[in-house]
């Protein structure tokens, strides 16, 4: 994905399953452990831009949420798939940049 962070964000808060704007927004505070606040034109751009590319949909509020008129997100198969290519390249960079810091090869081409 050639988006910024924030796209991202959005769609590790949705991997742990469905939720409405502001749980959004309070799912990524909590995983990034209050370094990383999404405004609301960032979260809402964010999921009308991962909506219309299919990677989560609208749905139904979970049981026991209530709803009150919030609309829920939760990730389609495109949007697991997404975050999973996301994760592998993330550990590659990980991998690659501690490799730099042991003072081998970051590239890996030694390996």
């Known amino acids: 994905m050639n988006r910024s962070p924030a796209y991202l964000y959005v769609l590790t808060a949705l991997g742990g399953g469905p939720l409405h704007g502001l749980g959004v927004a309070e799912a990524v505070s909590t995983f990034t452990r209050g370094s990383v606040v999404l405004g609301p034109g960032t979260l809402y751009r964010c999921l ?3 909506d219309e590319d299919g990677l989560i949909r ?5 049981p026991g949420e209530g709803g009150g008129g919030r609309k829920f997100y939760e990730l389609t198969d495109g949007g697991r798939a997404e975050l999973g290519e996301a994760i592998d390249e993330l550990t590659r960079l990980v991998a690659a940049a501690g490799r730099g810091l042991r003072g081998d090869d970051p590239i890996g081409a030694s390996t």
């Open 58 to 62: 609208r749905t139904e509020a979970p």
């Open 48 to 50: 009308a831009d991962l």
